[in-house]
Each structure stands twice: as C-alpha cells, then as structure tokens.
C-alpha cells in the first residue's frame, strides 16, 4: 500500500477523532481508510490508535507520530501550493466557514466569478453562527467577529469595521411608535441576536453621552437572518450589522431609529492558520474577498 495515503489516513483520523468521518474526508471507503491504518500500524509494529463504541483516542506512540507526521504533509502540501502558485493555478479544495448572512450575502455571490478566475479550485463553506475549530473541521478559511483567537498559531486579518443599526418595519413603528431616547427601547419589542456579547444590554452613545439600557427580548435566536425576517414581518426593532439590512433600509422594507445614538462598531476579520508560507488557494481568495465586500457594499458600510 501507498504510504503516503497510510499517512494521511491516520492524521485525518486524529483530527477528526473518527476513521469514518476520515474516509469521508478523503473519499474512500471505510473499509479501505482501516486497511490503510491497520498497514501502517503494521509497518511501524505499534499500536497508534486506540478506539470503542463510543470513542477513539491516540496511544503515546500515536501521539509522537501524529506530530511528526502532521509536520510532514504540511510541508509536503505548502510545497504543492508553491508550484501551483508558480503556475498561477491555485486548485484543490478550500473549506470556508462564516455565518448565514454572510455566506448568503458576501460568499455564495461571488463564488461565480471568482472560479472564472480559479476554475481548479473548489470551495466547500460551513455554515455555522459558532467558531468552528480549524483543526477538526480541516478549515482553510474562516470570518468572525472577534477580534482575537484564542490559539496564538492563527492569523487575523481584519475584513473590517461597520455600524450596527436599530431598524424596524413601517408597520411596527406606525403601530407602537418610534423611540427616540435609550430609555424608550425598554419598552418595545426587540429581536436580539442571542450570541452577541452581552446581548440583553445595549451601550449607546451620542456626542460625550452614553447610556446602557436592558432590554427584553420578543424573540431571541442565534441566526441573523432569522431576525431580519422577524423584524420585516412587524414583529419588532432588531440590533443588526449595517451589511445585513443594507438592502431592506435602501427598499424601504425597514427604518433606522435612534440614527443620533450609536451602538458599538462591529469589527469583522478574516483568520487562518499561521505558515511559514501562505498557501496559494488561502492567499487568492481572501484577497478576492476584500476587493469584492468593498465593491457590492452600499457606501459608508465598511470602514477600514
């Protein structure tokens, strides 16, 4: 058996902390991902992994392994990436994860014209309003919103700054009225993006003024878009980034209040893994990015 695929079969099992989800990643069967493993076990006269119904977990032998090995198929794919970047043909697969609004406003939009441009790379996105290791899920490319990732080993380039707006539809305010102080906001009916710091707590300011104000929330959710189609069918104010209702506030579809009070600036950044050289793939597509927010976006959305 090839040992390279003995190799890359036994790393993705240990990022993965499964052998299916491996052969998955690898397109093989699981049949053929444990000939491999148990090959190479074979090869080297040790034990790398050990594993139940319900688990598996490296041996001290896997874990040196897995070390050394991992260091070994980095090297071996930035030595890829270097030729297909001489070639000016980046290709292969690039995992991007970002939330819904995201993915559904910036990336799936411009997914079109940038593979004209790298019709050999292909693009996978994970959908997740959580921070998705990078490790375990194998991502290339990730955008957030915080400012800083806990694993020092990580890049973080930041996308931009933007405001975030209190709107609603014209029907809400025609009915319930429109607040004009933070004090009013207490009692309407807010749509609350629950994975924000601090959510329920709203810090305004206006001039030297500042005021926090808490809120209840009508309806709660993790997901942005949720929220905006709450807040389009009257259910109440939503507290959103300027680039998820850029459209709805230019239509009409829904009114900023409150415009002279202003909520914290959203920073939004792009990471991924620190190497000793950038991949080609990862290096074409965030610059890709950059450029394309920065063109579609309404004016005075994104500061540097």
Not at 61 to 89: C, D, K, M, P
Not at 188 to 210: C, I, W
Not at 211 to 226: E, F, H, P, Y
């Amino acid at each position: 058996m090839d040992r390279l695929t003995q190799i890359e079969v036994f790393v993705k099992t240990a990022e993965l902390r499964s052998l299916s989800r491996a052969a998955e990643a690898l397109g093989m069967s699981n049949a053929a991902a444990s000939r491999h493993l148990a090959a190479l076990e074979e090869r080297l006269s040790a034990r790398l992994i050990e594993r139940n119904t319900r688990r598996l977990w490296l041996t001290e032998a896997g874990q040196e392994f897995y070390q050394r090995s991992g260091t070994l198929l980095t090297e071996l794919a930035e030595a890829e990436e270097a030729v297909n970047e001489h070639t000016l043909a980046p290709q292969g697969l690039l995992r991007v994860t970002s939330s819904l609004s995201f993915a559904t406003i910036y990336l799936a939009p411009m997914l079109p014209q940038f593979r004209k441009l790298y019709p050999k790379l292909n693009v996978h996105i994970a959908v997740a309003n959580r921070y998705l290791d990078f490790i375990e899920a194998g991502i290339d490319v990730a955008i957030r919103t915080r400012l800083h990732e806990p694993d020092t080993n990580i890049i973080v380039r930041r996308l931009g700054r933007m405001r975030r707006v209190l709107a609603a539809s014209p029907a809400y305010l025609e009915e319930h009225g429109r607040p004009r102080e933070p004090a009013d906001l207490t009692r309407h009916d807010m749509l609350v993006y629950n994975l924000a710091q601090d959510p329920f707590s709203l810090r305004l300011t206006k001039g030297d003024a500042e005021r926090t104000v808490r809120i209840t929330g009508a309806l709660d959710c993790n997901d942005g878009q949720v929220i905006r189609q709450a807040a389009l069918s009257g259910l109440g104010i939503l507290i959103q980034p300027l680039y998820i209702v850029q459209d709805d506030l230019a239509s009409g579809r829904l009114v900023a209040v409150m415009q002279d009070w202003q909520l914290p600036m959203l920073t939004m950044n792009i990471a991924y893994q620190n190497r000793e050289r950038l991949p080609a793939k990862i290096r074409v597509f965030t610059d890709y990015l950059v450029n394309y927010v920065r063109q579609v976006s309404s004016a005075g959305i994104w500061s540097a």
